[in-house]
């Protein structure tokens, strides 16, 4: 039996998914925030987006510099995740306000995040609005990954209502 629920309540139950940091803006403006809203919008070529609300100032610093960074986080990351989703880089330094430190990419003029895992650096090729967010679509020019990280130490988030939780990735269940 199954019950007709409301369209809030049925998106509840989707399946829980990553989080990221995405680092944005250059050298005296850098700036971090917390993403949920993330795809992979094709393969070859390698584009991936980030949905960003208009009222966030990583918007204005995405769209005049057309370049993010998408971070990994692991474990160690879960304070910054906070910290870069509760604050505005409008009124604060957000890498020193989460204790990080912004690294020097091989493609892009965004900060990478030195103490994220894995560093994804983009350049937009196309830009969508989608009701209260507008999807970024960058082009993947460069990768970096920590030689001891393993995928399954990325860290996933669960929206519930007003507030959420982070889950470890779970066990392997099948083979494809
Ligand atoms: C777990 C989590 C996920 C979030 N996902 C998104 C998202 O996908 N898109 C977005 O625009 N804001 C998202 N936010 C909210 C922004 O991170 C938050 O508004 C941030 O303070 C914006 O910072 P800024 O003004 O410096 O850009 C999320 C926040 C949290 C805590």
Redesign the pocket.
Same mark, same amino acid.
């Given at each position: 039996m199954k019950r007709e629920v409301t369209v809030q309540d049925g998106l509840r139950q989707m399946p829980i998914r990553p989080?990221y940091l995405v680092s944005c803006g250059s050298e005296r403006t850098n =700036?971090i925030? %917390?993403? /949920?809203?993330f795809a992979l919008f094709s393969g070859k070529p390698c584009l991936v987006g980030?949905?960003?609300?208009p009222s @966030?100032? %990583?918007?204005d610093l995405i769209r005049k510099s057309r370049e993010f960074v998408v971070n990994v986080i692991d474990e160690k990351l879960v304070d910054a995740? @906070?910290i870069?989703?509760? =604050?505005? /880089? @409008?009124d604060s330094d957000?890498f020193r306000l989460a204790n990080l430190t912004a690294e020097k990419g091989v493609k892009v003029d965004a900060p990478l995040i030195k103490e994220s895992p894995v560093n994804i650096e983009c350049k937009i090729v196309n830009e969508v609005e989608t009701g209260d967010?507008v999807w970024f679509i960058g082009e993947v020019l460069a990768a970096h990954v920590r030689d001891e990280y393993k995928w399954k130490d990325g860290l996933l988030?669960k929206w519930i209502g007003e507030n959420?939780f982070y889950h470890k990735v779970g066990e392997k269940i099948g083979e494809y």
């Open positions: 989080v =700036n925030l %917390s993403v /949920g809203m980030v949905g960003i609300a @966030r100032h %990583s918007y995740v @906070r870069c989703g509760e =604050n505005s /880089g @409008r957000k967010h988030f959420g």
